[in-house]
């Protein structure tokens, strides 16, 4: 089981997948492939400008709010940049496309699970932004779960729904072992 949570454990997974395919090339026989599942809270959003200022500036106010806004544009500005020189996709792109891969990790299908956890109150990973990425995962034939929250702020649904949240990872869980039995 692959627990991530946010953007950060999103990028770092993915992070990782980059680094197992840039080596010799795996492959994972079936009858040797781990039983494995993607448990993905708070992610992903769409992280465009407004939303990486709104992000970045969250706990600023008055001058320091000015300044995180100036050193968020400049960011994202740099990395506008970067994307159009060098053809490198900007980061929520990275993100998005490597959520929507098949193949995630080279023991990983369209049958690997993936439940997205997340709620109407995370003004990080807004629900609609989660939503909007759901939809066509499914539509191409990937097995996902969602669970919806309310009133939950980012990452925080366990605190909140406890036996909620782990009951979701374990009905997941305990269906990916029955489908290899």
Not at 13 to 26: D, E, H, K, Q, V
Request: with cysteine; net charge positive.
């Amino acid at each position: 089981m692959l627990p991530i949570q946010n953007l950060g454990g999103v990028a770092q997974l993915l992070r990782f997948a980059l680094a197992l395919n840039s080596g010799p090339p795996w492959r994972v026989d079936a009858p040797s492939q781990p039983l494995t599942c993607l448990v993905i809270d708070s992610a992903p959003g769409s992280y465009h400008h407004a939303d990486a200022q709104r992000v970045l500036t969250y706990s600023f106010t008055g001058f320091k709010k000015f300044v995180g806004l100036a050193v968020a544009a400049l960011i994202y500005m740099g990395l506008h940049t970067r994307s159009t020189v060098t053809g490198r996709p900007m980061p929520h792109e990275f993100i998005r496309d490597g959520l929507s891969n098949t193949q995630i990790l080279p023991w990983t299908d369209t049958s690997t699970p993936r439940l997205y956890l997340y709620s109407d109150a995370d003004r990080t990973s807004l629900p609609s932004d989660v939503k909007a990425h759901i939809e066509p995962v499914k539509r191409s034939g990937l097995n996902v779960r969602e669970e919806f929250f309310i009133g939950t702020e980012h990452v925080q649904h366990s605190r909140e729904y406890p036996e909620r949240y782990w009951n979701a990872i374990r009905s997941i869980w305990d269906d990916r072992i029955r489908s290899k039995l």
